[in-house]
């Protein structure tokens, strides 16, 4: 059973979902959706009873102080209510743990939701470990089932065949309710997996802002990616099997990524440099 609070009206609403776990390599989906959270001072309007969807010996509660005496805070699934005024629309975010039980049912109660409240596009976000070098732009791979959106942002359908998580449920359950659904994951680094992984945190916020059509404050991520991507430069330089690989997959990603210097990947990155430069000097000089 979802519980609601006082959810209003909404005004064209946009469903951004992650989930921590197995859809969220190096906390980099989940953290895109504490960012929004906290970024947009979003508020609580609904959240899961875990009793259906979570098993507590590997979800443990956790006992809390809560000012007037020590509580339990039992971990679930919750959905934020941001209204940004740079958007002009309100988003739902949705941000939990992979539920143990009762997929199909779970991810029924979040869409219903989200159609019972005028939601019309659901974008999942997730993280997967890959064979990518650190030292290089963290490739997003991003797809759609709906024609018109995928013709918009140059998506082509998902290829993927094999186990799939939440996110790839939701996902599907928002293609089947008639919903745009979009996908975009964040491929992490697999040798430098230790959470979290801000530059990949970073690559699906940047992602969004093209789904979104806005720039979105990227706070501390972009000195939090940076500092990340240091580390794990030390890291390999002390290991020369792990410099050898690096060096490995560094060349097989540039090569791969020679194509994508075409006309049309230029043009969109001018396009999202104009964005965030007419942004920063949008304010009063």
Not at 147 to 164: F, S
Request: with cysteine.
């Amino acid at each position: 059973m979802i519980e609601i609070e006082d959810l209003p009206e909404l005004h064209d609403p946009v469903m951004i979902c992650a989930f921590e776990g197995w859809n969220d390599a190096g906390e980099a989906a989940s953290r895109v959706i504490e960012h929004l959270g906290e970024l947009w001072d979003a508020e609580t309007v609904a959240a899961i009873d875990p009793e259906d969807y979570y098993d507590f010996q590997v979800t443990r509660p956790r006992v809390i102080n809560q000012g007037q005496g020590r509580g339990i805070h039992w971990n679930t699934t919750r959905i934020l209510l941001a209204s940004p005024d740079s958007l002009g629309r309100d988003v739902l975010l949705v941000t939990g743990i992979e539920p143990s039980f009762r997929w199909r049912a779970f991810t029924t109660e979040i869409l219903d939701l989200a159609a019972s409240h005028g939601v019309t596009t659901v974008i999942t976000l997730g993280a997967l470990l890959a064979d990518v070098a650190h030292s290089r732009p963290i490739p997003v791979t991003c797809s759609s089932e709906d024609e018109a959106t995928a013709y918009r942002y140059e998506l082509e359908p998902a290829r993927y065949e094999g186990p799939t998580g939440i996110t790839g449920v939701v996902a599907d359950g928002a293609t089947q309710a008639e919903m745009v659904s979009i996908s975009a994951w964040a491929a992490v680094p697999h040798y430098a997996s230790q959470v979290p992984c801000p530059k990949a945190s970073l690559a699906l916020l940047v992602q969004l802002e093209d789904f979104l059509d806005t720039v979105i404050d990227h706070g501390d991520l972009e000195e939090e990616a940076q500092a990340w991507e240091r580390g794990v430069d030390e890291l390999a330089n002390t290991d020369e099997d792990v410099a050898e690989y690096v060096s490995a997959l560094e060349s097989a990603q540039d090569t791969s990524e020679l194509p994508e210097a075409s006309g049309d990947a230029i043009a969109k990155e001018f396009e999202r440099y104009l964005r965030r430069r007419g942004d920063d000097t949008s304010g009063p000089a």
